[in-house]
């Protein structure tokens, strides 16, 4: 009996064809593939912008670097959320201030994010996280009145949805990643910036290529956080599908939905009204979460923790800023939460086995 993995990557005839031909044509880097790929993303977001970088990390690097930030100035993000959101900060002294979480979306708590806010408060960044996206709306309005920046992270959230607008744009700027377990990839490590604001459009473009402006006139400061190639056909080939595999992890979390909701021991991820969820990945909230994971190990089932550690209480963290205030939700989720398979590549016999699994460890309890 094989393992079912967390999420599985999706490459057929079309795509390893197209990566031939990058071979075949000599041309690895800054090449048509980037201009295309990020002409379509730029098109599917509706943004002014699409910037191809390396990783959803670099990404997150250039956009706090062209923020123009000064040592001291604060920067607020959830601490649930993968640590590259505020790691990047470090590197120009500015200083994360930790929110805590609504526990229905796992987002970040909008009343929390108000009471941090101090005259240092340079930026705000809202975490659309497990594919559930940030109710972005009062968050705009504080960055209007207050004159903060909004830096959507979307590396979990391709093509998820606030009020029937796609993420990435509502902001100052979005970031992507396109690591292999995310809802679009590239085959590798990968990333985009996306934003609808010219200076920065075409600064970030820069910036990606040691801020060069021709060959040898460097104009911005900047590092090589380029694209390649390979990835960038990849990463083309992909987007086609993205809608589709969309529908296709909805169907999947409601056929979870469906079998779990009857267990009242255990919390089913929610959806708000103006939110379309992209599912990233499927998590749910069970007491005894250590036994159920066993018993998913013995049934050769994936499971994974969304994050077991909180980004406040990393020690990276604690030796740089000191000790972080506790998080009251965050703290008290993250020894049940755990997530379940979930990819459009998942078949039927593999849901069912995971059914079964579910109904199983449930019925035992
Ligand atoms: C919320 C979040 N931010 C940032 C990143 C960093 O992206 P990458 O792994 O492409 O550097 C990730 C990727 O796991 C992520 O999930």
């Known amino acids: 009996m094989d393992e079912i993995k967390l999420s599985k990557m999706y ?30 993303f730029r098109d599917y977001i509706g943004s002014k912008y699409a910037i191809g970088v390396s990783s959803g990390t670099a990404a997150l690097f250039l956009t706090y670097q062209e923020l123009n930030l000064n040592p001291g100035d604060e920067v607020i993000v959830p601490s649930h959320t993968f640590i590259a959101t505020a790691t990047p900060l470090a590197y ?3 200083k994360p201030v930790f ?7 796992y987002c970040m708590d909008i009343e929390k994010v108000k009471s941090e806010i101090t005259p240092k408060t340079k930026c705000i960044v809202p975490v659309h996280i497990y594919g559930h996206p940030v109710d972005m709306d009062p968050l705009l309005e504080i960055a209007e009145e207050k004159s903060i920046k909004i830096i959507e992270d979307c590396c979990q959230a391709h093509g998820a949805e606030y009020k029937e ?11 992507f990643s396109f690591f292999p377990s995310k809802n ?15 200076k920065y459009g075409e600064e970030l473009k820069l910036r990606r290529d040691h801020g060069r402006k021709s060959k040898y006139e460097n104009e911005l400061l900047g590092l090589n956080f380029r694209l390649n190639e390979i990835q960038a056909v990849i990463g083309k080939e992909q987007l086609k599908y993205l ?49 159920f994971i066993e018993h998913f190990n013995k049934k050769k089932i994936a499971t994974g923790i969304y994050y077991p550690i909180p980004v406040h209480r990393q020690p990276i963290i604690q030796k740089l800023y000191g000790i972080q205030p506790k998080l009251g939700v965050t703290e008290e989720i993250v020894d049940k939460i755990v997530s379940l398979p979930l990819s459009p590549q998942l078949i039927n016999e593999e849901l069912d086995r995971i059914k079964v699994a579910i109904n199983e460890y449930m019925e035992d309890l």
């Not at 390893?16 to 090449?31: I, Q, R, W």
């Not at 929110?99 to 979306?105: A, H, K, L, N, R």
């Open 11 to 40: 490459m057929n005839q079309d795509i390893k064809n197209a990566v031939l031909e990058v071979l075949d044509s000599g041309y690895y880097v800054k090449g048509p593939n980037l201009r295309h790929f990020e002409e379509s």
């Open 92 to 94: 120009f002294k500015v």
């Open 99 to 105: 929110v805590d979480i609504d526990p229905e979306t």
């Open 165 to 175: 607008k796609k993420v990435g744009k509502l902001g100052d700027i979005g970031v």
């Open 184 to 198: 679009m990839t590239v085959g590798g490590d990968g990333g985009m910036i996306v934003t609808n604001n010219e």
């Open 243 to 291: 809608d589709e595999w969309i529908e296709k992890r909805r169907e999947i979390v409601n056929f979870y939905n469906e079998i779990i909701e009857k267990y009242p021991n255990v919390k089913i991820p929610s959806e708000k009204e103006w939110a379309k969820c992209s599912y990233y990945v499927y998590t749910i909230q069970i007491e005894k979460r250590s036994s």
